[in-house]
């Protein structure tokens, strides 16, 4: 059949955006430009890269890797110093790019974005069409910032596709492709399949892409555990599968410490903010939580962590307990607001008579806290 007879199969295009970190620091810093860069979260040589450039990447340098590794090698990178708030801002300077030529979903993360193809659009030449102006128009804009893109019958194939030509490319994948436009891909490479998914497909039998397009629907169910198996198994096929609803279950914020910053008082004030920040966005999301765990204590005193339901028990024998148990004695409202740095269970928020934030921030026609979220006590 010829391709000008060929159903319309066509769904998704989806953008992302080269080493984006990097990109950002070398659009902003010409020096930088051609050379190996890791971004880091501190300048310091007990810290991991958190990005790496096209040319760091050529080296061996993938995101995660310690600095001194990175340095062994390659031992020319340049380590830059991370700014969250200017990659949030060429953020939404490039989703601006984008709008200009086709509206796009809401983004995936701060580096891709899908958008949805619709009437002629999804006509393959159109499609390109549409991906070549996107790139002119970012390239316009931003001398160093490029993106490649994908083009499907759904998002899971049009983010896959958008992996296979880097730095700058540009893949289509239609229906009649599928599956042998896959079978060269690692199965890594495959959206939705890390290391420990990996492993349990291997421990299946589907040791290649080959073999995972090729098994029955319910064999892949088996392999997942789940239906989530079945799920990706529609997705190879080109299926548009409506995504599952998801709930929050956790507001968690990090911070990698500096050197300055690795002592008793250092710790404190950088797990104050980190609760200021949790509790403002729980306040936002009107959430209380049910309990409160340190990071740190996942990786090294995972055993002794507590329930902190109740503020007569310990909530961690740690070396942050003692800060919580200043909260809760110095700010009892506070508290109750930010129990959940790092929280498994939360309740919609009530309104606290006594709470200042709640009333500054209440409308005068809602309606008063018991008759919203009555609660038991406990």
Known sequence: MGRSCRLVTLRCLFVDFNSYFASVEQQDEPRLRGRPVGVVPVLA??????????????HGVRTGIAVWEALKKCPDIML???RPARYVELHHQLMNAIQDCIPHDKPASID??????????RKRGNAEDIARAIKRRITDEFEW???YIGIAPNKFLAKTASDMQKPDGLTVIEQDDLPHALHDLELRGLCGIGPSM???LLAAGITNVPKLCGAPREYLRAAWGSVEGERFWLQLRGFDVPERKTTRGSIGHSHVLG??????AGMRSVLFKMLAKAAMRMRHDRFLAAGLADPDAFRRHRPALRDAHAPERQV????????????RQQHPVFWRHAEGIRSGCRTHADYLPDDPWSRAGRRQDDPEPADRHPR???
Do not use: D, H, M
């Not at 891709?112 to 659009?121: A, Q, T």
């Not at 050197?259 to 008793?264: A, K, Q, V």
């Open 316 to 327: 961690c024998e740690c070396g942050t307990e003692p800060y919580q148990r200043e909260i």
């Open 376 to 378: 038991t006590s406990r």
């Open 112 to 121: 891709e974005v899908p958008c949805w193809l619709i009437g002629r659009e």
């Open 45 to 58: 040589p007990t810290t991991c890269c958190i990005a790496a450039s096209i040319e760091a990447k050529q």
């Open 198 to 200: 990996e492993r349990r």
């Open 145 to 147: 910032i490029r993106c």
């Open 80 to 82: 830059v110093e991370a």
């Open 259 to 264: 050197p300055e910053l690795r002592n008793f």
